[in-house]
């Protein structure tokens, strides 16, 4: 047994890790259910480092130096369940199974409790930042025990990527289903960041009336920014590029219809759960559901509403200043929320995330790499337990600053007809935090009303029913 790793599943990210590690020094023990991907990758890459190409999973297992360490790479779902079974029976106590697929968290608590039952420690691992991440670092969410990260840490630490600073994008997140519990509001995340950016665009191009050449020139301003980011610095690359069958923007001759995966989704099912609100990624889900609806967008096209009129000259200039300010503050909105969600997530299942460590992992390697993380690891750093990312106090200084421009660019939106539900929702999410009173009040009284639901009052304790259908006393629940 001479391989320090093992990967098992070798389509484009298992190849791509293996690789990873072999480049770092590692020699990596490959298997594949279809021998034909072994051979191809030792084949192409061979040179790149030590492969102990293998044709079984006795085999690969037999190759791996104790305790065995084995990421599995496979489709997420059955797929998975079939291969850890395979090689489960083929471990011994105090191996390491590492599971780098996108799995829901709850099914990492279920498969980490069965392997736990073998004595093999179980990691569900996020790795985000696609296929170039997987070879060149991508930023890596481990779950599973303390010991297990004692031994598979070292590794990890070596191919994740690098932040600005130099360390590296991967850390503990906590025990069994953490990694893949925050490697999905990762993406939630993801989903509202390019939501919010996509609603820029369309603010840029119908109100203020500029051309996707000239928006791409605008998001290259902002990238130099406090927007400074991977998916800004994408948008500019996308909105510069020409399609060459027609010479249009690239923009224009694609289908207004973004499908997904699904973690965006489980993001917002598992916020309802929790009882946590993300209304800003939730939105992000539902626009994308909204524009996959082509039936239904034929159907109402017709319907009443004003078309926008763009703006032109200085007036558009100050606009795109606005809209940085809304994109800004609807960001850090989205972030709050994301973070309320894993801190909920790491209460409920007893983890004990650090939430400013995974703000800093997520500083290089992944999709929503930005410099603003760093923010958010200070604000961490600053007061560990920070009610929500608002409170703190830069963020809310800084949103003090931008509200005038990000309300009037709500206000905007509505006014000229242009949907613009995450720059929306963000804005009623925080004036419902700084509320002094909600409407809430109104919504406990109709319940009272109807299903005699009880409600508590604000001058005394106790719980309270109004006789509503009688003569409307009060009766003490
Ligand atoms: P796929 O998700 O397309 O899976 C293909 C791999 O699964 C092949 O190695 C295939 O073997 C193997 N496989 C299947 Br399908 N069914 C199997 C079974 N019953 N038994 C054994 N092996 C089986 O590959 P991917 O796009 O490289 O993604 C791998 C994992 O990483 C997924 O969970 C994905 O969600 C996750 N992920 C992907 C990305 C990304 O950007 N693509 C990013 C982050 C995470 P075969 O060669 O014999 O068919």
Redesign the pocket.
Known sequence: ASARIGVT??????RNLARNFARNGFTVALH???EA?TRELVDAFGHEGDFVPTGSARECVAALRRPRCLVV????G???D??LQEFAALLEPGDILVD????HFEDTRRREAALREHGIHFVGTG??G??EG?LLGPSIMPGGSDASYEALGPLLERIAARAPDGAPCTAHMGPDGAGHFVKMVHNGIEYADMQLIAEAYDLLRKVAGLAPAEIAEVFRRWNQGRLDSYLIEITAQVLTHTDAETGRPFVDVVADRAEQKGTGRWTVQTALDLGVPVPGIAEAVFARSVSGHADLRAASRHLAGPGARALGGDAAAAFTDRVEQALYASKIVSYTQGFHEIAAGSGKYGWNIDLGRVAAIWRGGCIIRAAFLDRITRAYAAQPGLPSLLTDKGFATEIAAAQDDWRAVVATAATQGVPAPGFASALAYYDSLRAERLPAALTQGQRDYFGAHTYRRTDRDGVFHTLWAGDRTEAEG
């Open positions: 599943g070798l389509a484009v990210m298992g594949n259910r279809t991907r790479m496979v489709k997420a059955e797929p998975t079939d291969v780098g697929g996108n799995a790795i985000s696609g296929e997987a």
